[in-house]
């Protein structure tokens, strides 16, 4: 066999293996993209946001003080029992939502940046990182809340009457 035929050849076993090597390589980084979330307890961190903002929520509507024949007491035990099924209700869909998202990282993701990611959360620093974030989240929620607390009034206040001329400019266009 002379050269030029054994470069063919190399080049076609190559080209041919090609797309087998691709989908090896798609089905490592879906398997990494799904490491990496479980991992990162993507599914545990959504539902603790969840349940620290539903109650927020409640705040927003308690202070809002929606029209009601309840009580100030019959209202808030509305508000907390809806608190407690929106937390319940959001649990599964949370998992269904992160169950999706490993294509996504994978798609976005390189094999070799998914497996720094997944050796970094196997790594000591890597694990205290991940201890951590549920504390992380916790603060955030705290700040969170404080800084609605203080800038959404004004916020609103300002913003209240822009929409309401807004509404009344398309209106009066109809």
């Known amino acids: ?17 090609a797309p087998a090597m691709a989908a090896d390589d798609e089905a ?6 799904e490491e990496l979330i479980e991992l990162s307890q993507a599914k545990q ?17 308690r202070a809002t003080r929606p029209d ?6 019959e209202l808030e035990t509305v508000l907390d029992k ?19 998202m490993a294509p996504v990282y994978a798609e976005v993701y390189t ?7 997944v050796a970094f959360y196997n790594s000591p620093v ?17 700040v969170s809340a404080q800084w609605a607390q203080e800038t959404m009034p004004g916020v609103m206040a300002r913003a209240q009457p822009r929409i309401k001329e807004m509404v009344e400019e398309y209106k009066a266009q109809q």
């Open 111 to 117: 094999l070799e940046e998914l497996q720094g990611v």
């Open 1 to 17: 066999m002379n050269v030029r035929t054994t470069l063919f050849a190399v080049i076609a076993v190559a080209g041919l293996c």
């Open 45 to 61: 961190m959504s539902k603790q946001i969840v349940a620290q903002m539903a109650p927020m929520q409640m705040q927003v509507i």
């Open 82 to 100: 809806t608190s407690e099924i929106m937390i319940e209700e959001m649990a599964p869909a949370i998992d269904a939502l992160i169950d999706k």
């Open 28 to 33: 490592a980084k879906l398997k990494l993209a």
């Open 126 to 142: 890597g694990a205290s990182f991940l201890s951590k974030q549920s504390n992380l989240v916790e603060a955030s929620m705290a």
């Open 68 to 73: 009601t024949t309840l009580t100030d007491e």
